[in-house]
């Protein structure tokens, strides 16, 4: 975790960094503990879920589009 805080080839352009964060982004799609220890867990559920809801919206305009 200290190698993805300080990395000096910023985390999309080094292979631990990418790696790290793609398991991040697996656990936080199946975490379902509240205040989870993981390190950015929370983030990234949060912004799952606010894509969730957008395309949940969406889904209901077009509902609502096809219905009228």
């Known amino acids: 975790l200290l190698h993805f805080r300080n990395c000096p080839h910023g985390n999309q352009a080094c292979n631990i960094c990418r790696q790290l964060s793609m398991l991040c982004h697996y656990h936080a799609r199946t975490c379902l503990t509240k205040n989870c220890p993981v390190p950015l867990c929370e983030p990234i559920k ?6 969730r809801n957008a395309q949940a919206a969406q889904s209901r305009a077009m509902q609502a589009r096809r219905m009228a």
Do not use: A, S
């Open 46 to 51: 949060f912004r799952y879920l606010e894509q």
